[in-house]
Structure formats: C-alpha cells, structure tokens
C-alpha cells in the first residue's frame, strides 16, 4: 500500500460523515491533499505499471512500418492508402520500400507518458512484414482514411452512429484479435450492477452507454461477455470535446467497475484461496477506456492502488485526419492505438 493512500483514506472518512457528504464527495479530489513527492509516487506506479507490459514497444514489423510510413510525405501516403484497394497490403508494402530506398533520417518515436521523444532504432521496413496482423492494421487504417476523405464523410453531418461505423470501428479494429466489440446503445453491465447496490441508488439505476470491450468466452453467462474496456461517446460535435476535457469521472466509474468485478469473478473461481495473490496482481491489471468526441479520441487509464481506492490517467490523445493534409496522423493514431492493444494482450490470456 502506498504511504500516502492513507491521507486519501482519512480524508474519504470524514467526507461521509459530513452533514453534506455527497457535496463534499463531489468536490473531494485526491491531488488536493497530496504533496508533490506523493503525486511523483503516484505518477511512478503508473510508469511501472507500464514498464512491465512494455506499453510504448510494440512488434519490431509494426514499428517498421510506422517508421517507413513517417518517413513518407503527403502525396506518397495518399498514393499508398489508395492503391491497396487494387494492390493489397503486399502490394503497398513493396511500393513503401521503393519509395524508402535513397531515404535516410533519424526518426523520433512518440513515447507516452514523456514530454520529450526519445531517439528510435532505425529499422528497414522488410517485405514479408505485410504478414504480420498489425502491419495489416497500420495499411489497412491508411486505406481507408483515404477513402473516408474521398468520400467527404468528415465535412459532412455525422451522428454519434454515424461516426461509430465510418471511424471508430476501422480505429478500433486492432483489438479484433483480444477482445470483442459491442457498438451502440450498450449499457454496461458491471457498472449497472454496482449502482443497483449502491446504497444511494435509484431503484431504476442503469449503466452508461457505450461501447464495450469484452470477452464472451470469459464470461459466457453475461449477456456481452466479460467486460475489460469501453469507448465513451461525448458526442459528435466538435465543441463537445470540452466535454471529454473537463469530465471523465462516468468513464472512470465503469473501469472501476469493470475492474471489480473481474477481481471478484477471478477470487470466486479460485474458492477464495488466491486472494492475497490477486490483491498483489490487482495493480497490474490495467483498464485502459477511451472518450471520443467528433473526430477526436481520448484515452485514460484506470488503476487499482488499494483499500478500495482506484486513480486514473490521461495516456494521449489524438484526431482523426479530416483532410489529405492530415493524413500523416495515421501513424500517430496506429501508434496509439496499438500501444492501448499492449495494454489488453495480459486480459486475452
């Protein structure tokens, strides 16, 4: 247990029993009462918590290709997501090498939780790399972002459906191999079932709607499966990310949830026996969630720290290219993207 979770324990304590609780609840946030040496420890749990998976690496023929495709300008990217409709991803792979054979430059990787961006190993994009799934992800999100912007869609009125299925379903689809995915008015079961129980609850109580990231073969009696990570719209509006900015504590709540109770289902099916040891891996388990509003997407980062408390983090952030001007932030939205699927491989196991 951290050294300072229990200034956050006595500080909870005297909220409920204020007179006015719930409005002291409302505005108790934990950076108030921490120092600056408790936040840099609070900071450090998340840095090693994503030490330990690895976040920032990701597969050697996925980092080739985001470095290849960086390395590209404008004209070159529009003219690879557009020819592999006709070519494949084999095709375009090959084309990336010609266009890369005179290029040298020392490549910068974005790296989150870092202000700064370290220094990448320059790797040679290799032509049996189209084989790999995530290089397929990579091309495949290229292709269609360039078709997306053929067609006009981002200058045109989108719902919140509208963009689901023409944007976030392709963005998203990298994590088709660890988990699956519930798109629309979906409501969260895990988050419904711990406000049914809420002592302050409404007997109506229900969850939040979203999308949701689950497992069905881990959780075969739930009606979507075993819940592990969601997708909060804020709306589709640009001035709606505002809204993704100044409030994230609903999306919090139901990674908390979620987080409780894969907890409980995984002490229950092991007859309680293994507690002590799934206390000590709770911290390891990361719930990563996103918030997308219009053609930007958010992502937070949800962690247990003990005694019931949980903390989160905002990890990065990213838009959707509009325009060809903009399609060179493919890569970045790849990059994040993949990154967030390091953070889902230990769930799928």
Known sequence: MPTWLPKVMKKHET????????????????????????????????????????????????????????????????????????????????????????????????????????????????????????????????????????????QRHNSERDIDLFVKRHVFSCMDSIVDSHFGEVVSRASRERRTSAQDSCENAEGYHIWLFTRHDLGKELPWGREFSLCERA???????KKV???????????????????????????????????????????PGFISSSFSIHVLLVVYIGAGFYTSVKLANFDIPESYGEIGEVVKVARIMLQTKVSGIPLAH
């Not at 409005?23 to 090693?48: C, Q, R, W, Y």
């Not at 709540?253 to 409780?260: A, I």
């Open 235 to 241: 709306g589709s509006r640009i001035s709606n990310d």
């Open 245 to 287: 900015l100044s409030n994230t504590l609903r999306v919090q709540k139901t990674l908390r949830d979620m987080h409780q109770s894969l907890m409980e289902t995984i002490t229950a099916a092991g007859g309680r026996h293994f507690l002590k040891k799934v206390l000590h891996a709770s911290p390891k388990l990361l719930m």
């Open 15 to 154: 909220a409920i029993l204020t007179t006015d609780a719930s409005h002291e609840l409302a505005h108790f946030g934990v950076p108030d009462i921490l120092s600056n040496a408790d936040l840099s420890s609070l900071k450090l749990m998340f840095v090693t918590a994503l030490n330990e998976i690895s976040w920032t690496s990701l597969e050697p023929a996925a980092e080739r290709c985001l470095q290849a495709l960086g390395k590209l300008n404008t004209k070159q990217l529009q003219s690879i997501g557009e020819m592999v409709k006709e070519e494949g991803i084999h095709g375009a792979v090959v084309e990336m090498i010609k266009m890369l054979a005179d290029f040298k430059e020392p490549h910068r990787s974005p790296r989150l939780f870092s202000d700064d961006e370290d220094i990448a190993l320059q790797l040679d994009f290799l032509e049996e790399d189209f084989r790999h799934e995530d290089v397929g992800y990579i091309i495949e999100l290229l292709r269609y972002m360039c078709e997306m912007i053929q067609k006009r869609i981002p």
